[in-house]
């Protein structure tokens, strides 16, 4: 047990540190060595799930893989620190949960693995229309925070035109500056 415990706590902390380096992007050397560690701590992690039979061996593999691939997927959006990546490992996340869910189902029968499965079915369904939603949301923001700058922007361009000379182009300056133009 200890020997699942190890690289999860390990692979957990290197993570946790590298939280708040999202938006500080991670270097290219950083990134390649923190990405070879990850891969080795979740081989390890799944070559100790052979000491398992049956659904619980699939499950426990299923579980590695899904971890892996998550931790991965955190680790590309740490180091480009970009919208896509950070979608790429939200997806991740749903998937390796629902794939782990749906292997769990299978040491179920009738329609009580029907059931699981559905389950398993609905929540993967509720979080991939949730990151949708949530997209959309993000880009009704980012329109709606363009519209204010550029309305900004025309308010203080014109508050400059009052100006002239160098008084007037350090003020046009200071617009675009201000409000990104």
Request: contains cysteine; hydrophobic residues 35%.
């Amino acid at each position: 047990m200890t020997r699942f415990n190890a690289p999860r706590l390990l692979c957990a902390l290197i993570l946790t540190g590298l939280a708040g380096a999202a938006s500080a992007n991670l270097s290219k050397p950083v990134y390649t060595t923190a990405k070879d560690e990850v891969k080795a701590m979740f081989k390890a992690e799944r070559d100790g799930c052979d000491k398992m039979a049956g659904n619980a061996k699939d499950v426990c593999v299923e579980r590695a893989k899904g971890q892996e691939k998550v931790a991965l997927a955190h680790l590309e959006y740490q180091h480009t620190g970009n919208t896509k990546d950070r979608n790429d490992y939200l997806e991740a996340r749903y998937e390796a949960k629902y794939q782990i869910a749906k292997e769990a189902c299978d040491s179920q029968s009738g329609n009580a693995k029907d059931v699981c499965v559905a389950d398993a079915k609905a929540m993967h369904d509720k979080a991939k229309a949730d990151l949708k939603a949530n997209k959309k949301i993000a880009e009704a923001q980012n329109d709606q925070m363009e519209t204010k700058l550029k309305a900004d922007y025309k308010a203080a361009n014109e508050r400059c035109d009052a100006l002239s000379g160098n008084a007037k182009d350090s003020c046009q300056a200071s617009a675009k500056a201000r409000y990104f133009q």
